[in-house]
């Protein structure tokens, strides 16, 4: 990695680190998710930068991929809520999360996901295998009584890439591969007081172009020439209802699924309807890491 790419990815760390605290700062009770979100990516680009996918919040049961859209009217009261940012300096990304408990019912759940985080950053280094770091962050997550949420994982990042190899297991899944030197990677355990399995919600809200053909009608075309400019990187329906209007950006995703232009990601829970924390960290891997989304409280 030279160090013009290498400073890219501390940048975005830097950036999405304040973006996601100023986020917490604004999870209160009485507040609304939507505004939060706006106010989220507005800071993203005042500091700087360009969302790497859309801020999401997911509550409770909920572990990820929960995004307003323009009508959403939801209200904070006693939820356990996760805040996961990225962002993205000339593609160069850094995506982290936290979890906030308003009920005051769940701060060793949060406690969890954020132990068994730090403790995975502290065996980060070439040579490390996956296996390791999921077993790490296995054994910090049960020793509070919890559950590893076993199919949700860390990941590579890569240039205008939020999900490459290596995936991150949150267990130890026997994974002999190494981390490499310069490997840039998200870890993000999850605990869940329930199943540890997640599964899809509807409808989904974020969404990933695949395919840049197969539609024809106007206003489809239209939709297809701004999201051509995310450059392969998630969206949101809510920035497409802003440009367009909910009726005609519920037209076009319509078109553009059917022509399997567009990858759904839906909401993901617990199964078994267990409350869900998250804690998520940037890191480029080296003898000693770099963890680009450090916060200095």
């Not at 990695?1 to 940048?11: F, N, P, R, V």
């Not at 929960?66 to 209200?75: F, P, Q, W």
């Not at 000339?90 to 999360?97: S, T, V, Y």
Request: charge should be negative; hydrophobic fraction near 40%.
């Amino acid at each position: 990695m030279d160090e013009k790419t290498l400073q890219k990815y501390i940048d975005a760390g830097k950036i999405a680190s304040e973006a996601l605290h100023y986020g917490k700062s604004l999870i209160v009770k009485g507040a609304k998710v939507i505004e939060i979100l706006d106010a989220v990516e507005e800071k993203i680009v005042e500091l700087g930068g360009k969302p790497a996918f859309p801020a999401q919040i997911s509550l409770n049961e909920f572990a990820a991929h929960s995004c307003s859209d323009l009508n959403d009217e939801t209200v904070l009261s006693d939820q356990i809520i996760k805040l996961d940012v990225g962002v993205h300096l000339d593609g160069f990304i850094a995506d982290n999360a936290l979890t906030v408990d308003l009920s005051g019912e769940h701060s060793d759940l949060v406690k969890a996901s954020r132990d068994a985080l730090n403790n995975a950053l502290k065996i980060i280094k070439p040579g490390v295998t996956l296996g390791e770091i999921g077993g790490i962050i296995h054994d910090t997550i049960t020793n509070y009584g919890f559950a590893p949420v076993k199919n949700l994982s860390g990941h590579g990042l890569g240039e205008y890439q939020i999900h490459v190899p290596p995936s991150v297991p949150n267990f130890d899944n026997g994974n002999e591969n190494v981390l490499k030197e310069g490997d840039v990677i998200a870890i993000e355990p999850f605990a869940s007081t329930g199943a540890g399995i997640v599964q899809e919600s509807s409808p989904a809200t974020v969404f990933t172009l695949t395919n840049d053909s197969g539609v024809r009608d106007p206003i489809s075309r239209k939709v297809l020439i701004e999201l051509k400019k995310n450059n392969g990187l998630p969206f949101a329906k809510r920035w497409l209802e802003k440009e367009f209007g909910s009726a005609k950006t519920n037209f076009a995703l319509r078109m553009l699924k059917r022509a399997n232009c567009v990858e759904e990601h839906p909401p993901l829970f617990d199964q078994n309807r267990g409350m869900v924390s998250q804690a998520e960290h940037t890191v480029i891997v080296f003898e000693k890491p770099v963890v680009t989304t450090w916060y200095e409280e």
